[in-house]
């Protein structure tokens, strides 16, 4: 996949569930895409304009019958967009949209290409709840894009073809998250993301917890909102950490590269969750190592793909707090290292993340898919 500049379909992204803040990388898909300025909600709503009327008939419908008048009128909607609009082919954000739009896609005969991010494919309800759908899925779709080595294994696992996966992580603007010396800055450590249990910051918070004694100006900074807000705070006081580690809520990207601009390092102590959820590549843990900062993290998921141990970071097995503690001291104790390794991590991310690279593959992809579906259709 060489070539960035491939003649697009008409291509349609869709989203059947609200964005959260966390999901920029989809409003980049549909702008990489040449799609128009929003990702189409709940089969072809703008966010927010779907009448708070049918919320309530929804609610009673789906009770009372096995599929309900807002989603039945969503997938006539929807199919009267793809229709007036003359897409050409359908990206579908996560597995479960994919299984909601196959059947219209292929009613129409539009190519379905299903990008799955993390939670899809390993929550155990989520697989529990469409383990035959996503076999059906499977076969639908011209293409599935899979964002890490692992995940995709896991897709061949549940039945996907090998040859219809693709590899394609989200990527980084590699021009708003600008190199900076870490090498210069105080043993800051920089955490970003949503406080949920796959991201595990609590355990980042003890690993930090066991290196303040030994560097007096050692600080943490934890970016986010979510369920384990109250438990960090927890920690945080009992290990009378009030003064060395700031909760923030979560913020805009501007901020957060100059966050990151100020730090030594970044830090995330991603898991496996209780219910099977893991990450698929943190986008965070990108824009850290494009911004020169070294990573310590988690062999987990797209992480050992994004962070090469020992070389842009340091990787630690899951809830292995004490290693993750030594690597933070390690290097907090050698701006020289954190230098290094930064650098290291920043032509990493340009090599294999930066927009330029992973939006020419999705381009490709969304091409090849078009092309493979025109052909199909000739010789049948």
């Not at 003649?7 to 990388?25: G, I």
């Not at 597995?95 to 155990?124: E, M, Q, W």
């Not at 965070?284 to 310590?296: N, Q």
């Amino acid at each position: 996949m060489k070539n960035s500049q491939v003649q697009l379909p008409k291509v349609c992204v869709v989203k059947d569930t609200p964005l959260t803040y966390s999901e920029t990388f989809i409003r980049h898909h549909a702008a990489c895409l040449g799609t128009e300025p929003y990702v189409f909600l709940s089969f072809g709503y703008k966010q927010g304009l779907v009448p708070a009327v049918l919320r309530v008939v929804n609610r009673v419908s789906l009770a009372l019958a096995g599929k309900s008048l807002l989603m039945r009128f969503s997938e006539m909607r929807f199919r009267k967009h793809l229709k007036d609009s003359g897409t050409e082919a359908v990206l579908a954000e996560f597995g479960p949209t994919g299984v909601s739009v196959k059947n219209i896609c292929a009613s129409l005969g539009i190519p379905l290409v299903t990008h799955f991010h993390g939670y899809d494919a390993s929550r155990s309800d989520v697989l529990r709840r469409n383990k035959k759908k996503y076999k059906a899925l499977f076969e639908a779709s011209t293409a599935i894009v899979a964002v890490s080595r692992e995940m995709a294994e896991t897709l061949k696992g549940l039945g996907a073809d090998k040859d219809k996966i693709f590899l394609n992580s989200c990527g980084v603007d590699t021009e708003k998250f600008k190199p900076a010396d870490p090498s210069s800055n105080p043993p800051v450590f920089l955490a970003v993301g949503r406080l949920v249990e796959k991201k595990s910051p609590d355990s980042t918070i003890m690993a930090f917890a066991r290196i303040v004694d030994d560097f007096p100006d050692a600080r943490l900074i934890v970016v986010g909102s979510g369920p384990l807000h109250g438990l960090c705070k927890r920690i945080v006081s009992d290990f009378k950490l009030e003064a060395k580690v700031e909760l923030r809520p979560s913020c805009s990207h501007e901020e957060v590269v100059g966050l990151m601009s100020q730090a030594r390092c970044f830090v995330q102590h991603s898991k496996v969750a209780a219910n099977g959820d893991r990450e698929g590549t943190p986008v965070a843990v990108l824009e850290a190592g494009s911004s020169c900062l070294p990573v310590i993290s988690t062999r987990h998921a797209g992480i050992k793909d994004a962070v090469v141990d020992e070389v842009t970071g340091i990787l630690v097995d899951e809830d292995d707090i004490q290693a993750m503690a030594a690597a933070m001291r390690k290097v907090a104790a050698d701006p020289c290292l954190a230098r290094r390794m930064g650098l290291a991590g920043r032509r990493h991310v340009i090599a294999h993340y930066s927009h330029e690279v992973v939006d020419a593959r999705l381009r490709e992809i969304m091409m090849l898919a078009f092309k493979k579906n025109t052909y199909e259709s000739k010789t049948r």
